[in-house]
């Protein structure tokens, strides 16, 4: 508490510069998980009143009350330079590297990990619709905040902002990306994780992050996130669009299995990465401060639903017994190449493959 005053005292003393009085009030506002950051706000106005009301009453100084203000002013006098020197340090680095993740699901709860890994002692907040995954998020050390209760807990914004939150269940999918990003301070990288369906190509051809995305108006599945994107480019966020995510028993090779016979052509390409590898490139994207750019996230091994199949089997990982691919008709798919991206963030993924991810591959 006596360094939260003190703070306080020197945010509006003029005894900081005008950067260090903004690095001081993030330090106090995310050092103290049960105030909310628009609470950190409030000591400086109680100073303000504290101080007209000390005026009016005109009372005269007691010892102990100069004894107090002595150590006040030694314990702000502590506090500017322990600010100062941290200034350039870790300690002010890992705190200005506050996350905000909104939809802290599989995606979610993965780059949390893994940007505390990157950033230890960074705060990461987890929104969501409901409070039902929140105690595992606070076991993470990520604190839960429900959306409808955000404005609140997260007054003057955070420096970094991810939206994973899937469309559905969204009344306006647009306007939700639009609330995340006004929560965004601007000072770090905002990020939206679209889908590669919004990719106009069908017909089994090559597909870089600059090829066209489908028209708007021709499907309003694809509709909802080309809005989306537009929304988190129009805020100065990014986009990265994702292929088919997966991990060991989630995807869609444990789902067609279960399945046994598929009425789907099993020649048609699939894109993949698994979810590990899409959270490290957010992380990537997101640690670059880029802003207004659009990437990709796959593995640049692109495989027929038949291959995904026989690799899956020929793991020994899974039961079941799969009959095959009915289907005839139906597009041929994409095949997807990040080499851009790859080139611009300096980033590889972990898994080259679902094969590698298999084992299959040495």
């Known amino acids: 508490m006596a360094t939260a005053l003190a703070s306080a005292s020197l945010l509006h003393s003029g005894f900081l510069g005008k950067d260090l009085r903004r690095g001081l009030l993030r330090v106090s506002a995310i050092r103290a998980p049960s105030v909310s950051l628009r609470a950190s706000y409030r000591p400086a106005a109680a100073g303000a009143a504290s101080r007209r009301q000390s005026t009016s009453a005109a009372s005269p100084p007691t010892k102990s009350g100069m004894a107090a203000a002595a150590a006040s002013t030694s314990a702000a006098a502590s506090v500017a330079a322990s600010v100062a020197a941290a200034a350039d340090g870790a300690s002010l680095d890992s705190i200005e590297k506050t996350l905000l993740i909104v939809g802290a699901g599989t995606l979610g709860s993965l780059v949390a990990q893994q940007w505390q890994q990157r950033y230890p002692g960074a705060k990461v907040y987890g929104q969501t619709r409901s409070d039902t995954r929140h105690e595992q998020l606070r076991s993470m050390g990520v604190f839960p ?46 990020l939206f994780t679209s889908s590669s369906a919004v990719y106009a190509v069908t017909d089994n051809s090559f597909c870089p992050e600059g090829a066209p995305t489908v028209p708007l108006g021709s499907s309003p599945r694809v ?23 997966y991990t060991l028993e989630r995807g869609a090779h444990t789902y067609w299995l279960r399945q046994g016979t598929v009425d789907l052509r099993p020649d048609h390409i699939l894109n993949l990465i698994s979810y590990e590898d899409a959270a490290s490139l957010c992380v990537a ?58 080139t611009e963030l300096g980033w590889e993924p972990m898994h080259k493959s679902f094969a590698d991810f298999l084992g299959l591959e040495s």
């Open 285 to 342: 994207i997101l640690a670059a401060r880029k802003q207004g750019r659009v990437f990709m996230g796959c593995d640049n091994h692109p495989v027929s639903r038949q291959e995904l199949l026989e690799q899956t089997v020929r793991s020994g990982r899974f039961e079941g017994e799969f009959k095959g691919f009915t289907g005839t008709e139906g597009p041929l798919g994409k095949r997807m190449c990040n080499e851009a991206t790859r």
């Open 223 to 245: 509709d909802v996130l080309l809005k989306a994107e537009g929304a988190a480019l129009e805020a100065g966020g990014n986009v990265v669009r994702l292929a088919g995510l």
């Open 145 to 190: 905040i429900l959306r409808d209760v955000s404005d609140e807990a997260l007054a003057g914004g955070v420096p970094f902002v991810i939206f994973c939150a899937p469309p559905g269940g969204s009344q306006d999918y647009e306007g939700d990306v639009r609330a995340a990003a006004a929560l965004w301070n601007g000072t770090g990288a905002f």
